[in-house]
C-alpha cells in the first residue's frame, strides 16, 4: 500500500513539473500582449530600425531649393514668397526661370518634403498658402511652397526657411537644412506709418503729462504743508537768536 502511495506521488510531482515548464515555454515564445520577452529582442529590433533609417538616409537624391528674391515691400503690405525643391542626378544643376535664386546649401531629399518659414523677431506675419508638405520620389520631381508675408515695422529682415526630409508617412527625420536658408526682406517706412507713428506717440505724452498732472494734483496739498511747516520752523529758529 505504502509502495503505491509513493509511486503516486512521483507521478503527480512528474505531472506538475511537466505542465510548468511547458506554461513556462509557452509565455517565453508568446507573440501576444501577454509575452514574456528579453532585452535581446529589443535590442535587435532597435538595430533594425536604426540600419533602415541609414539605409534610407544614403538612398537620398540630391536636392537644390531655389526661390524668388522678396521685393522691398512697403510696411503693412503683404507680398506672397514662393520657394522651389527639385532632386537632381548627381550635381548638373538644370536650367532655372530668369528671376530664381539657387541657395547655397547642400540638401539631401526624397521621400516627405517639409518647409518652414520664419523670423525671430515676430515683427513679420508669416501665413503659409496650401500644405507645407510635398513628395519627392525620383529625380527631376519638384515640390513648391507659397507663404504670404506681412511686415509691421519699417527696417531689414532676416526670414529663414528651413527644409525637412522625412521617412515616407512617419514622423521619422532623415535630413534637415542647417543651418537654415536666410531669406533677405527689406520693409520701408510711408507717410501713413510715419503719421500713425507720431500721433501714436503724441497720445503717449499727452497720457504722461496728464498722469503727472494728477500726480501733482493729488500730492499738492501735503507737499504744501510739509514746505511750510519747513519754512516756518526755518524763521522761528532765525528770530531766537
Avoid: C
Avoid at 46 to 59: L, P
Wanted: glycine share 10%; hydrophobic share 40%.
Amino acid at each position: 500500500m505504502r509502495g503505491t502511495q509513493r509511486t503516486w506521488r512521483w507521478i503527480l510531482v512528474g505531472a506538475a513539473g511537466t505542465i510548468g515548464l511547458l506554461a513556462l515555454l509557452t509565455f517565453s515564445t508568446a507573440d501576444g500582449p501577454g509575452a514574456v520577452y528579453t532585452g535581446s529582442r529589443d535590442r535587435s529590433d532597435q538595430i533594425v530600425f536604426e540600419e533602415g533609417v541609414e539605409e534610407d538616409r544614403k538612398s537620398l537624391f540630391n536636392g537644390v531649393l531655389s526661390y524668388q528674391p522678396p521685393k522691398a515691400v512697403d510696411v503693412g503690405d503683404t507680398l506672397e514668397f514662393s520657394a522651389w525643391l527639385m532632386a537632381i542626378r548627381g550635381k548638373t544643376l538644370p536650367e532655372w526661370p530668369p528671376g530664381r535664386v539657387v541657395a547655397k546649401r547642400t540638401l539631401r531629399v526624397g521621400g516627405v518634403q517639409k518647409a518652414y518659414l520664419s523670423e525671430a523677431g515676430r515683427n513679420v506675419d508669416i501665413e503659409v498658402l496650401g500644405s507645407p508638405s510635398g513628395t519627392i520620389a525620383a529625380p527631376g520631381d519638384e515640390v513648391e511652397w507659397r507663404w504670404y508675408v506681412t511686415p509691421h515695422k519699417p527696417g531689414t529682415y532676416t526670414l529663414k526657411l528651413m527644409i525637412e526630409t522625412y521617412r515616407g508617412d512617419s514622423d521619422v527625420l532623415l535630413a534637415r537644412t542647417s543651418p537654415p536658408i536666410d531669406i533677405v526682406l527689406t520693409t520701408r517706412a510711408t507717410w501713413t506709418y510715419r503719421i500713425t507713428s507720431a500721433k501714436n506717440w503724441l497720445i503717449g505724452l499727452a497720457a504722461f503729462l496728464t498722469a503727472l498732472t494728477m500726480l501733482g494734483t493729488a500730492f499738492r496739498k501735503p507737499l504744501a504743508a510739509i514746505f511750510a511747516r519747513s519754512f516756518g520752523q526755518r524763521r522761528r529758529s532765525d528770530r531766537q537768536p
